[in-house]
């Protein structure tokens, strides 16, 4: 619970931010690649329109490359909960703060405007600030 109310209050951050509501989009605007940089390196995830995905990121001085398949979730307009996007059996870098066992994994995506550029963010950790966004 604690997780996804820290998400909401970031992703209420996010679209205040933007001076506008959460903008909505479809499954399409999704596919490509995202980066998601820490402190000491980058994790990169390539979201394919055949619903999978690759999660590319090192641990302990490794490449690892994990897939999965994921899902666009069309939520109603009159939901308390949004969620856009699920990624099956995800598995996150391993550090501090983030557990590194599979599950699956729920999120918004979020489009916001920097440099009148859009960006999408997937957020997972949101304490720390941490997204995947679109390069």
């Given at each position: 619970m604690k997780f996804?109310?820290?998400?909401?209050?970031?992703?209420?951050a996010i679209c205040t931010g933007c001076g506008s509501k959460r903008e909505y989009f479809n499954a399409e605007e999704l596919y490509g690649s995202y980066l998601a940089h820490y402190a000491d390196d980058t994790d990169k995830?390539?979201?394919n329109a055949d619903g999978t995905y690759i999660h590319k990121f090192r641990e302990e001085n490794e490449v690892k490359e994990e897939k999965g398949a994921w899902k666009f979730v069309e939520t109603p307009s009159d939901s308390v909960i949004e969620i856009d996007v699920v990624f099956y059996n995800f598995k996150f870098r391993a550090m501090k703060g983030i557990?590194?066992?599979?599950?699956?994994?729920f999120t918004l995506a979020v489009k916001t405007s920097k440099n009148k550029e859009p960006n999408i963010h997937l957020c997972f950790q949101t304490e720390l600030h941490l997204c995947f966004v679109k390069e």
């Open positions: 996804h109310l820290s998400l909401f209050v970031l992703i209420m995830l390539e979201i557990s590194s066992s599979r599950g699956d994994w």
